[in-house]
């Protein structure tokens, strides 16, 4: 990105102040100005599709109808639920119905946390910025947006478009890369989110501890697919491809390798390369339904992968460095020592690793870190079943892949080295919120309930009801209850109150 547009370093702790101080002000606690931010964020996009589709055009060599299903489509379903959903989701709740404490009126409510940060990557800027950022402002933040500095048509364009249709107080956007990160990161935040990889979480994670900051990091990984050998091959090959292959590899939730039983491969590589064709009759260097990688440097990262793999290339493996330019490729026979299998490829390269069977698969994957998903290809619900129970993933997808993080309603997130935390509709509110509850206690219930707990004490059947029934013990068949005590509570209550009526007390607070 030309350094023309990065923020100047000085200004961003300005920045930082601006929108605290705009969060203390409370005008975004207003229900009705949140959707109306809600709703501009939506048209923020909608006025500039255009742009957008050429900004991702310049920066990712991105197909056109690639940016509108991977990117509008999913943040025109964030706005639309958010903006109809906001004033339920940031409503009082009532916990369960709890005799002893009812009379305390429990309630709780989600409140925002403050000045949340966004740190959004290169493959999806639009849906990874756009999507936190409807949840941010529905939880009633205010909310400084990082784009990728490898993006930068649509960092700029992004730039220029907040202050246009956003309150430019409450909503920033800061450009720039490494230097400007490290001054966003020493400034204290009340949330963090941030979409990327392992080794900059881990700095991200670092700077947020220091203010105790929480974090939402959603980081990908190595998604592995089981393929059953009696699975619908086209059907399999097809979804295959495409999840590999869409964006140009570079979707956190790829599919990265497959576990295919030995005597399946080479019929999954022929299906496999019907498809390749089919997909790009002219060659995917001359489609223009193919896109290209982000830079020279990621380009050269994964040609230097293929070049030391010890599989078998059967599809694609042309490069060219200078033009982005990375073939669709299949690789067989890898093996789990493989330079392929060593670190998320980011790119449009499927490795299909032979196993004996579903065991092995298992095994294998339990032997990595956890992915973001675990894909398998099979009708049989045992078969899938076996695959999921026994192994750990932020998704389980079957006969399908991505497109788990668009569906309305399903959080986006990962667990152990896949990242911590969600987003997305309701998850993405909740996310930057958090719960603040509250009780009023009316003194009359000191009288009737709870006086017990002041001394000098001495022994009290109130007290002793307070206990909760146990389930069975071990070996028993009956449980321990408290629930005849709890009724004998009970009428203790009903007859304080009445007595309370009675004595003058209680006509003074039902008159009030």
Request: proline fraction near 7%; charged fraction near 20%.
């Amino acid at each position: 990105m030309p350094t023309a547009f990065y923020t100047p370093i000085e200004e961003i702790p300005k920045i930082h102040s601006r929108a605290r101080q705009a969060y203390r002000l409370g005008k975004a606690k207003s229900i009705a100005f949140r959707k109306e931010q809600i709703s501009q964020v939506g048209y923020l996009l909608k006025d500039n599709e255009e742009r957008f589709v050429d900004a991702l055009k310049h920066d990712l060599g991105r197909p056109s109808q690639e940016t509108k299903f991977f990117d509008f489509s999913v943040v025109y379903a964030e706005v639309r639920m958010a903006y109809e959903n906001v004033e339920k989701w940031a409503g009082a709740q009532k916990p369960a119905f709890d005799l002893h404490f009812f009379a305390m009126r429990p309630r709780m409510r989600a409140e925002p946390k403050g000045a949340v940060l966004v740190i959004s990557p290169f493959n999806f800027p639009v849906f990874l910025t756009l999507s936190p950022l409807v949840g941010a402002i529905a939880a009633g933040n205010a909310v400084v947006m990082k784009p990728s500095e490898q993006t930068p048509a649509f960092s700029a364009l992004l730039a220029e478009l907040v202050p246009q249709y956003l309150d430019p107080e409450l909503y920033h956007v800061i450009n720039g890369g490494v230097p400007e990160t490290t001054k966003i990161l020493e400034l204290e935040w009340n949330h963090i989110l941030y979409t990327g990889n392992g080794r900059v979480a881990r700095i991200i994670a670092q700077a947020a501890a220091k203010h105790l900051t929480p974090l939402t990091l959603e980081l990908g990984g190595k998604n592995p697919v089981v393929v059953d050998p009696k699975c619908d091959v086209q059907l399999t090959a097809r979804r295959l491809a495409w999840g590999r292959f869409s964006n140009a590899g570079q979707i956190c939730l790829c599919p990265e390798y497959v576990l295919v039983p030995e005597g399946f491969q080479d019929t999954l590589v022929e299906a496999l390369k019907e498809v390749y064709h089919s997909f790009y009759p002219d060659g995917p260097e001359k489609s223009d339904s193919f896109g290209r990688i982000v830079s020279e440097a990621h380009t050269e990262r994964i040609k230097g992968l293929i070049e030391e793999t010890k599989g078998t290339i059967v599809l694609g493996g042309q490069t060219d460095v200078a033009q982005k330019y990375v073939a669709p490729t299949v690789v067989k026979d890898v093996r789990g020592d493989d330079a392929l299998m060593q670190e998320e490829i980011f790119g449009p390269v499927l490795a299909l690793v032979p196993v004996k069977d579903v065991d092995e698969a298992i095994e294998f994957i339990n032997q990595r870190e956890h992915p973001l998903a675990v894909y398998v290809f099979s009708s049989d619900k045992a078969f899938q079943n076996k695959v999921f129970d026994n192994t750990e993933s932020g998704a389980t997808v079957a006969n399908e892949t991505i497109i788990s993080c668009g569906v309305p309603g399903l959080p986006m997130g990962g667990v152990g080295a896949s990242g911590y935390g969600y987003y997305t509709g309701k998850h993405a509110f909740d996310e930057f919120s958090h719960l603040r509850v509250s009780i009023d206690n009316p003194a009359w219930v000191d009288k009737v309930a709870f006086g017990f707990r002041y001394p000098p004490f001495k022994p009290s059947k109130q007290l002793q009801s307070l206990g909760s029934s146990l389930p069975p013990r071990v070996g028993k068949g009956r449980a321990s209850s408290a629930n005849g005590k709890r009724w004998e509570f009970w009428l203790l209550f009903v007859a304080g109150a009445g007595a309370v009526i009675l004595t003058g007390y209680g006509r003074g607070l039902w008159s009030s």
